[in-house]
């Protein structure tokens, strides 16, 4: 299917049509992909006002391809956003039904929620404007979800226009007070079913979680949108994404963040 061919619309009901259905959603030869990146989100923002027309409510925003592991996982070359949304976020401890075909990676990612608003006139925003407007840092494990097969394949343009690849979002309590916790160099350990941790720091993020997210602030400022007091912000994976299984469990540890924990049905 040559996607230049339909309407923003149309290609929204085509990528919530086969989230809902559970059914695989072929990725087209690179001619027939949505032409841009401005095009693949025009495509995410139909997706989204059909997700908030059956009654999920935006939470806040989360930001993919952050780093150069998670890049490289894509084929990508940049970073993209998309949307939290309550239906798909858990506290943790969490559980999910194994959803094969749609759960792909699992990332643990520092998460902040914002006091207050950042709108487009105070653009351009850096990492010191984005940690002087939060209150709490938020250790999380995003589940990267989708329906495009094969989704390692689909490049920039689907996978942004598909909400940015987002499943789930699993998240511990907020620490307003972080003093014990360097947003850049505290380590943070992935492990499932306690094998082998897979390591990550804050700066394995571009610019730090603080600098992910003045990407993403300044990158709404030039669509006219902007992060709220109270949006959590999802920065991006600090450590290479890691496949969780049926049965399996994957637990992050944040140190003085906190732990976040998923299960994986069998």
């Not at 087209?28 to 908030?52: F, K, N, T, W």
């Not at 082998?196 to 700066?203: F, I, N, S």
């Given at each position: 299917?040559?996607?230049?061919?339909?309407?923003?619309?149309?290609?929204?009901?085509?990528?919530?049509?086969?989230?809902?259905?559970?059914?695989?959603?072929?990725?087209?030869?690179?001619?027939?992909?949505?032409?841009?990146?401005?095009?693949?989100?025009?495509?995410?923002?139909?997706?989204?006002?059909?997700?908030?027309?059956?009654?999920?409510?935006?939470?806040?925003?989360?930001?993919?391809?952050?780093?150069?592991?998670?890049?490289?996982?894509?084929?990508?070359?940049?970073?993209?956003?998309?949307?939290?949304?309550?239906?798909?976020?858990?506290?943790?401890?969490?559980?999910?039904?194994?959803?094969?075909?749609?759960?792909?990676?699992?990332?643990?990612?520092?998460?902040?929620?914002?006091?207050?608003?950042?709108?487009?006139?105070?653009?351009?925003?850096?990492?010191?404007?984005?940690?002087?407007?939060?209150?709490?840092?938020?250790?999380?494990?995003?589940?990267?979800?989708?329906?495009?097969?094969?989704?390692?394949?689909?490049?920039?343009?689907?996978?942004?226009?598909?909400?940015?690849?987002h499943?789930?979002?699993?998240?511990?309590?907020?620490?307003?007070?972080?003093?014990?916790?360097?947003?850049?160099?505290?380590?943070?350990?992935?492990?499932?079913?306690?094998?082998?941790?897979?390591?990550?720091?804050?700066?394995n993020?571009?610019?730090?979680?603080?600098?992910?997210?003045?990407w993403l602030?300044?990158?709404?400022?030039?669509?006219?949108?902007?992060?709220?007091?109270?949006?959590?912000?999802s920065?991006?994976?600090?450590?290479?994404?890691?496949?969780?299984?049926?049965?399996?469990?994957?637990?992050?540890?944040?140190?003085?963040?906190?732990?976040?924990?998923?299960?994986?049905?069998?």
């Amino acid at each position: 299917m040559d996607w230049n061919t339909l309407s923003a619309e149309d290609a929204a009901r085509l990528i919530l049509d086969h989230r809902e259905r559970g059914a695989p959603l072929p990725v087209p030869p690179p001619a027939e992909r949505p032409a841009g990146i401005a095009q693949a989100y025009a495509i995410q923002e139909a997706l989204q006002a059909l997700i908030e027309a059956r009654g999920a409510r935006p939470i806040g925003w989360k930001i993919g391809c952050t780093n150069a592991a998670a890049r490289a996982h894509l084929g990508l070359d940049g970073p993209f956003y998309g949307r939290l949304y309550d239906a798909v976020t858990e506290p943790s401890p969490a559980d999910f039904p194994a959803l094969p075909g749609f759960f792909r990676v699992f990332e643990p990612e520092i998460g902040l929620r914002i006091a207050r608003d950042l709108p487009p006139t105070g653009a351009p925003y850096d990492a010191a404007a984005i940690a002087a407007a939060t209150d709490a840092l938020v250790p999380a494990i995003e589940i990267v979800g989708s329906r495009l097969e094969p989704w390692t394949e689909a490049g920039a343009a689907l996978v942004t226009a598909d909400n940015a690849s987002h499943g789930c979002w699993v998240h511990g309590t907020p620490v307003t007070d972080w003093t014990a916790f360097d947003p850049m160099d505290s380590p943070i350990a992935l492990q499932v079913d306690g094998g082998e941790p897979v390591m990550g720091r804050g700066r394995n993020v571009d610019d730090g979680p603080f600098g992910a997210a003045a990407w993403l602030a300044n990158a709404l400022a030039a669509k006219g949108r902007y992060l709220r007091a109270g949006d959590f912000v999802s920065t991006g994976t600090v450590a290479p994404p890691v496949a969780v299984g049926a049965g399996q469990t994957a637990r992050a540890d944040f140190g003085a963040l906190g732990v976040v924990e998923v299960r994986i049905g069998a």
